[in-house]
């Protein structure tokens, strides 16, 4: 499969493969985290990058961290053999099912076999893998092995909430602070807009950037829990 295809006036139009999930809020607050991301990706030097939490809650907006890394790093067509976005918790969960995403992103004829296909693909083209939730699957030997044995022209963005030991770099993320939490929590419990306006008067910080940040990584969280009802709630106040 071709990595550009020619347009109607037959210059070079990039048509990089991808499966990427909608794209996430502005993360204003994380730009420099989102920086050192795609730099440790782009290296040649760094087979993966993890992203993982450093202590606290489960939300610190991983996933969306590295989604938003990789828009970017498809907007700059940094890796035009594609980018495959692997959800380890849900629809990703055996290497079985990694394999027929990958072969569906990339659209791999699976000749002479599933993974045969995949490693040639792979080896012969820039991509990115993202594997999401990555501690859902921790104790797979064949994912593992997998991605231990990704080409070098091949990176694996590893998201996860405990720390995984892989070669490469590892990204923490710190969690909200208790006076964070706390501010948040009581805007939260208000059940009146004046009760609501007087935590704001007090707390201006809620208005700021990083408030809707804090805002989105407890919807992230509640959205992993299946708790619907907190993420009506928190969406609800975040607006």
Not at 1 to 7: F, N, S, Y
Not at 64 to 84: H, I, K, M, Q, S
Not at 204 to 226: H, M, N
């Amino acid at each position: 499969m071709d990595e550009k295809a020619l347009d109607e006036g037959g210059a070079q139009n990039v048509q990089t493969p991808n499966n990427l999930p909608p794209r996430p809020p502005s993360l204003i607050e994380r730009d420099a985290e989102i920086q050192r991301v795609s730099s440790a990706l782009l290296d040649p030097n760094i087979p993966s990058v993890s992203i993982v939490r450093d202590g606290g809650m489960r939300g610190v907006g991983k996933t969306a961290l590295a989604l938003e890394t990789a828009y970017r790093l498809l907007d700059e067509n940094a890796f035009p053999g594609g980018v495959c976005w692997l959800n380890c918790r849900d629809t990703d969960s055996d290497l079985e099912a990694v394999l027929r995403t990958l072969h569906k992103t990339f659209d791999l004829v699976p000749i002479p076999s599933p993974i045969e296909a995949t490693r040639r693909y792979l080896a012969s083209h820039s991509c990115l893998l993202i594997f999401d939730n990555y501690e859902a699957v921790e104790q797979s030997m064949e994912i593992l092995a997998f991605v231990i044995g990704l080409p070098e022209r091949t990176k694996a963005l590893i998201v996860s909430k405990v720390d995984i030991q892989f070669r490469g770099v590892a990204i923490r993320l710190e969690a909200p602070t208790d006076s964070q939490m706390s501010t948040l929590l009581s805007f939260i419990k208000t059940d009146t807009w004046d009760a609501s306006r007087r935590v704001v008067d007090t707390h201006p910080e809620l208005l700021t950037p990083a408030a809707v940040q804090l805002f989105d990584q407890l919807i992230e969280d509640a959205r992993s829990r299946g708790d619907d009802n907190a993420v009506r709630v928190f969406d609800e106040h975040r607006a």
